[in-house]
Nanobody, 123 residues
């Protein structure tokens, strides 16, 4: 499966952005969906996970209550709604997928990655 992330941009503190992840070339409903981010000079970190059925969701503590992961299997789309953005959310955001029913929250678990979309939160 190929993934294409988009929706990043420049936003002020407290603002919102919605990232999208378009999947192609595979049966999207067979894949768990994850979002990760990588800030300058830091390692890529887990942000959110959504199981292929949508029944299992996990978030990093740093984004709980502010970010919402979702998917539309019919449209082969994944989303990350980000509200109340903070400067520490500034990073390149990546969507990822893995054909599994398990909850996966580490970078090494995922098989397929999008190219990343940059989010900058200004104070």
């Amino acid at each position: 499966v190929q993934l294409q992330a988009c929706g990043g941009g420049l936003v002020q503190v407290g603002g919102s952005l919605r990232l999208s992840c378009a999947a192609s070339g595979g049966t999207f409903s067979r894949f768990a969906l994850g979002w990760f981010r990588q800030a300058p000079g830091k390692e890529r970190e887990f942000v959110a996970h959504l199981s292929r059925s949508g029944g299992s969701i996990s978030y990093a503590d740093s984004v709980k209550g502010r970010f919402t992961i979702s998917r539309d299997n019919a449209k082969k789309m994944g989303y990350l709604q980000m509200n109340n953005l903070k400067p520490e959310d500034t990073a390149v955001y990546y969507c990822a997928a893995k054909p599994t029913i398990l909850t996966v929250t580490t970078t090494t678990d995922y098989d397929y990655w999008g190219q990343g979309t940059e989010v900058t939160v200004s104070s």
